[in-house]
């Protein structure tokens, strides 16, 4: 069996790390609060003995570990990595299924309004998924459980999955005001039945782009500059509205920038031009000359 990688991965919160790795190691998701709910996993076990460990999350493809403030990520996080992917590479247990937690966590979900009237944002007191998940319809959503479930509600459009919460579309036939409660019981339900939300075969879809036919480091420098620039100031301020932000294609000759939106921001006019006007600003700021206009594109 080929070794087990671990790649450490940031995420909004400042306090919490991701450590992805490159196996399945559970079907479920579990969160720990200290080593006393942690009867059924050695590994958070192991973990809740640094000192610093104040919450520590399990999921199919990665561990999310929240610290306390007396330290630093910088500081440990390559000693949390060696000790997750020694532990992964041993082939010890990750989960005993027989062991029951002594604590059963409560599932949370609050809605929060998003710049797109026609989506809602669901956030959930736990990790749902390390990356980002887009369905338009139901055909879409087959290895996505919580989605497909979501979409037998007649006035669901689409449904956006990202790390600890989920962006639904609704069709105009119902106003949020008189379903938003029934989505966010649905939603905190299935959770805290302990169902699926994502297979473990499931796959972001890809948009085609320039980004995705060539790796990073094969892009101009400009293109290169852009997508570090979306990443650390735009796409946190993008997903705190429910939404996504990709990098399309950066054509120098005309020196336009294309964009791909999703979640709350794609089919959202206002969000559009906001998104357009202010990354348009930023870029021509932060990349003098190099930038004439920005296209936004739904994804």
């Known amino acids: 069996m080929d070794n087990i990688s671990v790649s450490i991965q940031p995420t909004n919160t400042a306090t919490i790390l991701k450590f992805v790795h490159t196996s399945t190691i559970t079907n479920g998701s579990y969160e720990y609060n200290n080593i006393d709910d ?30 306390y403030d007396i330290i630093e990520w910088v500081d440990v996080q390559e000693e949390v990595k060696s000790e997750i992917e020694r532990y992964l590479n041993d082939g010890n247990l990750i989960i005993d299924a027989e062991v029951k937690s002594t604590k059963k966590v409560a599932i949370e979900i609050y ?7 026609g989506v809602m944002k669901f956030v959930a007191n736990r990790m749902l998924t390390s990356q980002t998940f887009e369905f338009k319809n139901i055909d879409e959503a087959k290895d996505a459980p919580l989605a497909i479930e979501l979409f037998k509600l007649p006035f669901i ?51 085609k782009s320039l980004a995705t036919t060539t790796t990073v480091e094969n892009l101009d420098e400009t293109s290169q500059q852009i997508i570090d620039i979306l990443d ?13 932000i990709q990098f399309e294609s950066y054509d120098e000759k005309s020196k336009t920038v294309n964009v ?16 357009k006007s202010g990354i ?15 296209i936004a594109i739904n994804g």
């Open 38 to 67: 942690a009867k059924n996993s050695v590994l958070a076990q192991q973990l809740f003995h640094l000192p610093f460990v104040k919450k520590i999350y399990i999921t199919a493809n990665f561990i999310a570990i929240e610290r």
């Open 280 to 294: 348009e600003t930023m870029l021509k700021e932060m990349i003098p000359n190099k930038i004439e206009s920005v």
């Open 111 to 117: 809605a929060e309004s998003t710049p797109n009237p």
């Open 232 to 244: 650390e100031y735009v796409r946190p301020a993008v997903a705190a509205d429910g939404g996504n």
């Open 157 to 207: 459009k689409e449904v956006f999955i990202s790390e600890n919460y989920v962006s639904v579309a609704k069709f105009d036939i119902a106003e949020w005001s008189e379903v938003a409660n029934e989505v966010r019981s649905y939603i905190r339900q299935y959770i805290a039945d302990g169902n699926i939300i994502l297979n473990e075969n499931i796959v972001p879809k890809i948009v």
């Open 260 to 275: 791909i939106l999703q979640g709350a921001c794609s089919g959202c006019p206002s969000s559009t031009m906001t998104l």
